[in-house]
């Protein structure tokens, strides 16, 4: 029993953690500042229960996981969709935060050029595991602000993971043979290059051979070998061991099993993320942060607000909002956990001072705490702030001849707002776009429609459109929050204009109706209705009934899907749409029992219940044929009945010549 502590400590870490993650929950905050909090209370800083020398392991094992999670989520593919303008948006914001960070840690701390540009590269980056968390938990993440969020996630993680490669490089210099200091970073680059052209078929071909056929078991434990292999061989070549776990997660990113692995091990994620974030709480030398509270509080505060202003003007540069590029702005304002990992090994380096190394990890501990509690409130904080310096005045919008013409209003250009101007181009139906983010702007207006850029909730964006005019509203925003705005403003202009929105969670459909929108369509509703009407369509059931049927589902708001109390008239209708009698033609084949028999013979209706209404033969249809009406083969049969009176009859005349079909 000799390894009980360990036990001890890990009990210690979950219990207060989740302790304090469910206290700050209740008060709304997000559940990452309990972890560092409870961090702080455990560590050998706070109330000892766990030692000093468990810490740096349980850091280590829980950063290996937290940036193979981080690595398996990073898809270039989001990057290819927003094209340049989300490069360029980067690269200012990295570029203009590592210049002046930089030049603050050559006057402040007096580092030489390598310890300087490396500060510089810490504060620039984000925190990918607190913001994707967050955005996510808010349904935010296919919002326009959270997907340029995460593509600037994405290019900042890529830029660290290139700058951690070369780290020894920067170390290179003073006593000792070079080939000896170098030689390890060479091979290890070599191995990378390698690990980039061959190395994800190689893991596909493995997962494929040897993984699948064990089951989800084995996809979780391959997952878990791949953190650890890589990290691993990180080692060996000298780099940082979860930057090797990232790379590994990187590669499977994009492969064939990315996700069966994420659907198999993104449960685990937010164990690693409280593993991680405890463990960064335990780290911080709370007698070194009081000795420097004055300095760490200016250098946390001029973080998160020049980082957000900074942030903010890069994504205005590329014609984005000024609220959405503020709200983008505020949630990027924290350090990234990748920030820890790239400062403790220019420590390891000797690039950064201990002292310099210990502040910083206070530092970035400290903008997590803060900018956590901020990522929450970005979107309604940035409004504010934006709403105190505009005049009302129309900057995003582009010009809209027709805006006088009866038209469609539609609000947001994503996936459901193209397949509709599509469908009312196609038909002729005059229509306008108000759309926010520039790139499906660009979209709208190669595809030739008329759009105005700009927020729909602000009242002059919605009158440059047309909505005076306007036949109705369709709000296609995958954002609850946005959606809402947007109902309320265009219900405050125009009392009775029809507002068709549409949302992908059900818990947000009675507030829309509340808030004034005329019908809601819930985007898993309606897919389960089309899954029912191809099935009803199957078991030819009229299409007249399935249009009724699908009338009634989407009457009372759902309710029967909902699993809701529904009104007795709108029971009674379903009911009889259920049990009317359905039509279904059948086909007489050559072999068919019925070839050469009458009705009589057959007796369908007194065998089966179901009857034949006519016969169509050669192209000419036989209507309410006499019972001595010989069949042919080839003949098509018109029976009406109930379901499984028509099941009866199909298994009746299928029968075969010459067998008993009873």
Known sequence: MHDIHLLADGVAIFGVGLIAARIFKLLGAPSVIGYLIAGLIVGPFGMAWVQQEDVEALSEFGLILLLFIIGLELSPKLLMEMGKSLLTTALIQVGTTVAIASGLGFLVFDLDVKGSFILGVIVALSSTA????????????????????????????????????????????????????????????????????????????????????????????????????????????GWSLPLGACIVGLLLAESDARHQIASDVLPLRDVFNALFFISLGMLVDMQLAMEHALFLSIAIGATLLGKSLITAVAVKTARWPAATALQIGIGLGTVSEFGFVLAREANHLELLPSMVFTLITVYVLGTMFFGAMLVPVAQPLSRRIVHLFEKGTLTDGDVDNDKDKRHILICGYGTNGQNLARVLKATHIPFSIIEIDPRLCNTAREDGHPITMGDASRKVILQHAGLESSEGVVV??????????????????????????????VEHIDDLYKLGATEVLAQDFETSIELSAHILKRMDIPDNIIASQITVLRSGRYSMLRDMPIERQTSDELMRALQVTATRTHYIAADSIAVGATFRDLDLRAKTGASVIAVVRNGKPWTSPPADFKLAASDVLVLVGGHVQLEQATVLLDGKAGTDSE
């Open 130 to 237: 607190i913001v994707l968390k967050q955005i996510s938990d808010r349904g935010e993440a296919n919002t326009p602000a959270g997907r340029m969020t995460t593509g600037i996630l994405i290019i900042q993680d890529i830029l660290v993971i290139v700058v951690m490669v070369c780290l020894p490089f920067f170390a290179f210099g003073g006593e000792g043979d070079w080939k000896e200091q170098i030689a390890p970073s060479l091979i290890g680059m070599g191995g990378l290059v390698v690990m980039l052209l061959f190395g994800r078929k190689v893991l596909s071909t493995f997962i494929k051979k040897v993984v699948y056929p064990g089951g989800p078991e084995f996809v979780a434990i391959f997952a878990v070998l791949a953190a650890f292999g890589g990290a691993l061989l990180a080692g060996l070549v």
């Open 476 to 505: 296609a925003i995958n954002d609850y929050e946005a959606t809402a705005r947007v109902i309320t403003k265009v219900r405050s202009v125009r009392k009775e204009v029809y507002i068709l929105a549409d949302t992908p969670r």
